[in-house]
């Protein structure tokens, strides 16, 4: 008999442990009736399951892009090997099937509406409030929306009496709110594995980890407020406050509550914008302290539910471990990394870091810069504009060495970025090197990276590259990558479009060195062409094409025009790259968009929002 009492006991604690859920409020010395133990059981089986089902729907959202990225990787290495022996490349030149074209153009390159996607809406020159997803990432949010909205109310005893019901409902979207916080947190980081795994873009992924936070935000409070009315309907309001006032298992899930809502409110793009160094700092002081309290939440009672808590506090531990590595080797040897700043017309800034450690990147990667000096522990995502391997010659003082090794060693690696002065940090920099000394300074950095998918372009046939002031390092490093390889016939590419709008021909100083060596590359008038237009010039005197290679016009272009006409002449599959500001963008988007019937057409948008 005793046994069987222990069994019995032992079951039911088990039972209690893997199923309780986070029944917030139960009175403690409360006696359970054996009906309302058996609703606990299959209740917390409910949610068990629920959780379960919710961890697969993730699974499931994150498969369907990596069967694509598999098979596109696949298919752009085979059409790549194929190409390489062939000038013609017609069979990749063709349009798409009817199908694809319309999954094309009203579903992957769709704004939501008609035109607008990456353009902000403006409240005034200081303060926006966003922009609009596309079609298919609105499907993916409603449906991962819907799909929580259903785990929360689905087999819920909505027969029973008032407080069970509530009850019911407590329990379940604590459960998937704590449960939405494993890809919330996956999302978040920097070294996010999936940005590689799927190719999808980090500012997609900062999309899906905006709604993903407002959905576990939505989740705890009403998680809280049913534990609250249920407790006010049971006792009154006067329990509930003494709950929160006495009770550490109520206290630390009421402070996890605050801090989501204070995470929601102080994040709404026009604050985040004005004050970003100041909501960064909030944002992770408030984050760390939802997870401690929801960690002390559930573990004071023992509820399953804590193993996603642990999870994401791995995953954050990780991110921030690795973050931390990464500075450290990347920066720090015999040497420091330092930073040359030099500004140039048209406010922007050429930072040339010449690093501790060489390494290398990719076209269309970024890293994170720190400034200890001119704003300490603050960073900033900028994309790398190029790299190149110096060197030095150093002379003994007692001996000069005839041996050549001696006298020329390789140097330090550099990359360097192009930085526009806006506002914060950037502002900061500008007036530091504007006021130096022929405006250029020197100072220690450290960065941190590089981030972002790495895909090549080098499988496409025809590649146009657009771009909108200091939006040109993205496409400057293709461009020199598709050269290269085309000399060394190592990519399919046939016709290289670089098209450059700036408001004043200063602009040019940016990139001057660059496109100076990219210019003398060998075989290089054979596929590239480079189109300027000068939306702003004093006069039509600074219009002038150097050659009819590279070629200035006045005024915005006509993006339909230059496509049909690279259409015409094109070679292979197409790719059409975009970066720049948001109405340029979405003219790009809307012009590929009504021409994939025509040809074979890539779009994509480099865009990164914060």
């Not at 809502?261 to 939802?290: C, D």
């Not at 009672?301 to 450290?328: E, H, N, P």
């Not at 076209?363 to 110096?390: D, V």
């Amino acid at each position: 008999m005793g046994g069987v009492i222990m069994m019995l006991g032992s079951t039911t604690m088990l039972a209690w442990v893997l199923f309780g859920g986070l029944a917030l409020g139960d009175a403690h010395g409360v006696t359970l009736t054996p009906a309302q133990i058996a609703a606990r059981i299959a209740g917390g089986r409910e949610n068990s399951d629920f959780s379960k089902w919710m961890m697969v729907s993730i699974a499931a959202f994150a498969a369907l892009p990596l069967i694509y990225r598999f098979c596109s990787v696949i298919y752009s290495r085979i059409r790549l090997l194929v190409s390489l022996g062939s000038e013609n490349q017609r069979f990749f030149a063709a349009p798409p099937s009817t199908w694809a074209s319309f999954i094309k153009k009203h579903i992957t390159y769709s704004p939501l509406f008609r035109v607008r996607h990456n353009r902000e809406f403006q409240l005034s020159t200081a303060v926006n409030v966003g922009t609009l997803p596309t079609r298919f990432q609105t499907f993916f949010l409603i449906g991962y929306l819907v799909g929580n909205v259903v785990f929360c109310t689905f087999m819920i005893d909505y027969a029973a009496d008032t407080t069970t019901t509530i009850g019911e409902i407590r329990n379940r979207t604590g459960v998937l709110s704590t449960v939405n916080m494993v890809p919330l947190f996956l999302l978040a980081g920097r070294n996010n594995p999936l940005i590689q795994l799927l190719g999808i873009s980090f500012d997609t992924y900062n999309l899906i980890h905006r709604w993903l936070g407002r959905i576990v935000v939505v989740e705890a409070v009403v998680h809280t407020a049913c534990w609250m009315s249920s407790k006010a309907m049971k006792s009154g309001w006067a329990v509930v406050a003494i709950s929160i006032n006495t009770s550490p298992f109520i206290q630390f899930g009421f402070i996890a509550t605050v801090c989501f809502v204070f995470l929601m409110l102080h994040s709404p793009s026009a604050l985040r914008h004005a004050f970003y160094e100041t909501f960064l700092v909030l944002h992770i002081i408030a984050a760390a302290l939802a997870v401690v309290g929801l960690y002390y939440h559930l573990a004071i009672k023992g509820y399953a539910w804590l193993r996603y808590v642990k999870i994401v506090i791995a995953l954050w531990s990780f991110d921030r471990g690795l973050r931390l590595l990464r500075v450290l080797y990347r920066n720090v040897g015999r040497k420091m990394t330092t930073a040359t700043c030099e500004a140039l017309p048209g406010d922007a800034i050429r930072v040339t870091l010449h690093l501790a450690r060489p390494w290398t990147f990719k076209p269309g990667q970024h890293l994170y810069l720190y400034m200890p000096r001119l704003a300490l522990w603050t960073s900033h995502p900028f994309t790398i504009s190029w790299n190149e391997n110096e060197q030095f010659v150093k002379f003994d003082d007692e001996k000069l060495s005839l041996h050549r090794q001696d006298i020329v060693h390789a140097g330090q690696s550099s990359l360097s970025l192009i930085i526009r002065r806006r506002t914060g940090f950037t502002n900061t920099l500008y007036k530091k090197a504007y006021d130096a000394p022929e405006k250029i300074f020197t100072t220690r950095a450290l960065v941190e990276g590089p981030y972002g998918k790495a895909d090549t372009l080098g499988s496409y046939g025809t590649v146009v590259l657009i771009a909108g002031g200091v939006g040109i390092t993205h496409p400057v490093p293709y461009v020199r990558e598709l050269v290269d390889g085309y000399v060394q016939g190592t990519v399919a590419t046939r016709r290289i479009t670089l098209v450059w709008v700036i408001q004043s021909p200063e602009h040019l100083e940016w990139i001057r060195p660059w496109m100076t060596d990219i210019l003398a590359m060998e075989r290089r008038r054979e596929v590239l062409k480079v189109l300027l237009f000068v939306t702003r010039p004093k006069s039509t005197k600074e219009i002038h094409s150097p050659s009819a290679t590279v070629q200035m016009f006045p005024g915005r272009p006509n993006i339909d025009t230059l496509l049909d006409m690279e259409i015409d002449q094109k070679m292979g599959k197409m790719a059409v790259t975009v970066c720049g500001s948001g109405s340029l963008s979405d003219d790009v988007r809307r012009a590929v968009r009504n021409k994939i019937h025509k040809a074979n057409i890539d779009f994509i948008e480099e865009a990164f929002s914060w």
